[in-house]
């Protein structure tokens, strides 16, 4: 198994009063991609900053390469590439002089640096536009030049806080491709997103933070599997209904989970029979509902489960197997 290369030892930050990061401990290991999967104001940010040394520990430590970052900034600061949430490319400057400048700033060598731009330029496809300024660029574009600038000094790991927040779906996946590719190389990945599919297709491993506390770590199929045996039904019906649904699925043995005007249960080893008992169920006791899905169970269930509250996906696309049964009335 690879090394831990990321130790992460029950770390707190307080602003003031408030404590944005709650006693975090995670270790990642060397090239695996490491996603921080959470909504906004969950502390993801703030916890980046503090592996990066931008902000003070409060209380825990932090270890990057056997180096305790208090004491060793300048040594971990080239160990790490970081893309941050902002888009910081410089506009007045052409990409490849985006490029040069961040390459003399973490003083690559003269030898190595042409070589280096050049092939920064081809890996994020920008080679046809190396001479126009980056002020010009689309979003994705801007953030294909903004990684392999953090890339540019050849670090050990890569820090991106939400890579893809805001980009269209093609320029989604090539960033997604590029990350991937990152990781073939063995470079460890650090990733924050609120988006479930990202930290699904990405990441090896997925800590789910929700008010500066991890909540469950683990691959995206042990996630899964906290939320119980079996596909989730989701039923959807007019709030006067919601506890009559509720009931019912707990007079069939399931646990439900109420959010909203929105009933969920996983359905235990034989779905199929149970969804039939449950629209049976739901016939016989005249309880009107809007609509009964069911679907193999995602990280947004499990973030249900763990948290009460619901990580809306705003990127509009599902890429988990859906099966849909509408029943409308
Ligand atoms: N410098 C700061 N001073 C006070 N509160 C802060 C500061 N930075 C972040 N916070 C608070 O800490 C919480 C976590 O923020 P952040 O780490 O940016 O969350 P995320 O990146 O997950 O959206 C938020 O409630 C935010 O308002
Ligand atoms: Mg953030």
Request: with cysteine.
């Amino acid at each position: 198994m690879a090394r831990p290369i990321i130790e992460i030892d029950n770390v707190i930050k307080r602003f003031g009063d408030f404590t944005a990061v709650d006693g975090v401990s995670i270790d990642v290991k060397e090239g695996e991609i490491f996603g921080l999967l959470g909504p906004n104001g969950a502390g993801k940010t703030t916890l980046i900053n503090l592996i990066l040394g931008l902000l003070s520990i409060t209380s825990g430590k932090i270890t990057i390469d056997n180096l305790d970052i208090k004491h060793n900034k300048d040594k971990v600061k080239r160990l790490i590439g970081m893309m941050t949430q902002e888009t910081v490319v410089e506009s007045e400057l052409t990409a490849r002089e985006n490029l040069e400048v961040f390459a003399q700033l973490y003083h690559v060598n003269k030898s190595e640096l042409n070589g280096r731009v050049e092939d920064s330029l081809k890996d994020a496809d920008l080679i046809d536009f190396a001479d126009k300024k980056a002020g010009t660029f689309s979003g994705g574009m801007k953030r294909r030049l903004e990684l392999v600038k953090s890339m540019v000094h050849k670090p050990k790991i890569i820090i991106l806080d939400e890579p893809t927040t805001g980009l269209d779906i093609q320029n989604r996946n090539h960033l997604w491709e590029e990350i991937k590719r990152l990781s073939e190389n063995g470079i460890t990945t650090i990733l924050t997103t609120q988006y479930l599919e990202e930290a699904d297709f990405l990441c090896n491993r997925i800590a789910i933070i929700d008010h500066g506390k991890i909540k469950a770590i683990g691959t995206a199929s042990e996630l899964k599997m906290m939320v119980g045996t079996g596909d989730v039904v989701e039923i959807i019906s007019k709030p006067d209904n919601v506890e009559k649904v509720a009931k019912l699925l707990k007079s069939l043995k399931l646990s439900p989970i109420v959010k909203s005007e929105k009933v969920s249960a996983p359905m235990g080893s034989d779905s199929v029979k149970m969804l039939n008992n449950i629209t049976t169920a739901l016939q016989k006791n005249k309880i009107a509902i809007i609509s009964i899905n069911m679907h193999m169970p995602t990280l947004d269930d499990v973030f249900l489960k763990l948290t009460g509250n619901q990580l809306r996906d705003t990127t509009g696309e599902n890429v988990s197997a859906r099966s849909q049964i509408m029943m409308r009335r």
